[in-house]
């Protein structure tokens, strides 16, 4: 490397932030294909002194400690990556990020203040994954270690010191939150399904992928009962005509079918629940119009939520991070200023 | 300095440890702060150690089982309260419970030590001078009176879940709460054994009452005999279907408090006239 020349810190990347989903597919690359080669090349050709990648599927960026406008053209970096990128796309909708400014992004990056859904958590794994990989690569260096290992601690530090990961953002975690705080764990409850639309679809799944085992389809149709229970995980298929016989023992109802009138009144499920004493039941109303009549709600042990309920707690959440956002995002600029002498002179000893 | 003043110390101690266990867990329920549970149970163990000491003590100079006044019946229950929460923890695992019964220790620890006067001065006799029943019976009745303030911390923990799922609430102390299932599975096996309990605690302190009923006064008896009443009734009314689940939580609570309140009628000294009277305080 020129030694006469500075160095410096810099970030090349694109995320779902710029690029159109229709588009977001073509600027995806699996860690496997930034392996050694990758770097070696990328470091050789552009005199990289330290180089990391991330890349998720919302994510693609590239750090690198080299010559300063090392990172500046695209097109240079486009050249050494895999052919299943689309260069184009990445050139025009890459930003492109130097100094202090890197370790600001890099920090909220991993609190999860930048993911499409904020406040996440798997984006945190992601940035350790791809630092082992980077250790295991030998492709960080002194200020890359220190930067990624600070960078850990600070995305730890607002999770566990704001409230940017509380609650649930989505109706299908909103409903699985709902139901663990009615009947318990999960995996003990069991779960019925009445219909077979894509929203209640879409809410049994989120329950399953949560822990729940014990799941049961029933609709008018048998064909498409079947269809929707062969992709939930060991879901079983009940007749449409034994749905109340079911109620006897099903800890969550699921009410998504398109009928016209209600599939259950007050009136049926009253003595239901007398002979069911110390179990609750959770339901949703997922259906329009109506599969539940709602004085359910009015039931000892019973409780009612429909689309707008859950939507409703969903942006509440949602609005609750938002707030918790700005308070760890000073944190983490507090944190990233404090960090950066410390990372300028890693810089000045490799131009000296 | 005198043992009495030393107790009181100790006393002080526990409640001064007992205040930031109860306080320690609620910040973490508006905003994650990392504060580790760890911190919670020493606050709580070692109150319980001091309030231990000071019971002790208490004991040692009343030779006897310290359960003669008000306060030191509140601080006895509120001693059993901590203990079984820091036994039962692993085989309870209801989260926040731990935080609830420090919340109630620590109000029955701070009242009674406020109130001067709930503690007045009591002659009593040597323990020799005692039935072993009517010790048991004590110890009967202190073991019911604890298994039923959990009781009232699982219904008032029901009682908020409950009224956070009705109320469309997602707070972060909805998410902590245990669910409603195993809550009412709780409330209700903990008043059966509670009731229990105090079934045979007031059939032995009947027997007692039947062999020298000189000792134990009507207003005492009566008082005695509602609260088991309250609290059979309630197990009745939900072990039959009679009474919703939040309405069982509500009277947990209510009879609890009610319960509390009986201490003081039912740790009244007899009259001058009366012999020394050895009912639940003279149980040592």
Redo the contacts between chains.
Sequence with gaps: MNTAEGVELVLLGCSHHRVPMALREGVTLTPEQLGAEFHQRWRQRMGLVESFALATCNRLEFYAVGPTGALGDPDALCQLLPDTLDAATFKAHCYHKQGAEVVRHLFGVAAGLDSQMLGETEILGQVKAAYEQACRLDSAGALLHKLLQKTLQAAKWA?????IG??QVSIGN?AA??A??????LPQISILLLGTGEVGKRTTEALASRGARRLTVCGRNPLKARAVAETLPGAAVLAFAQRRQALAYV?VLIGATSAPELILSAAELAPLM?TR????LFAIDLAMPRDIDPAV?DL??V?L?NLD?LA??AN??LATRKR?ALRAEEGLHERAARLWPELSRFLARYQS | MCPLSQEYNLFWLAAGLYLPAALVTWPRLK????LCSGLFWCFLAGGLVFQSLALYMRGDSRGALPLHTPFEVLQVLSWSLVLLTLLMRHLFKLRLLGSFSAGLATLLVWLSLFMPSWDPAVEVEGTAAVSPWVSFHAALAVAAYTLFAVLAMTALMYLL?DY???K?Q?G?I??L??????L??FN?GLLFTGLCLLTLAVAIGGLNWLSQPAQVTPWKLGVAMLVWCGYASLWWQGRF?KI???GFALWSVVLFVAAVASLWPLTGRPGPESPVEPSMEQAE
């Design positions: 999770r566990s010191r704001t409230g509380q609650g909103v939150e709902l663990e705080r009615v009947c318990g764990e800890d007398q004493r110390t179990r609750p709600a000892d042990q409780y939520y309920d409703a707690i509440e959440n918790e | 905003r994650p702060s990392g879940q956070g799922l009705r469309r997602a972060a909805y998410a709460l245990p669910s409603i299932r195993k009412e599975g209700i279907g919703r689940a939040s």
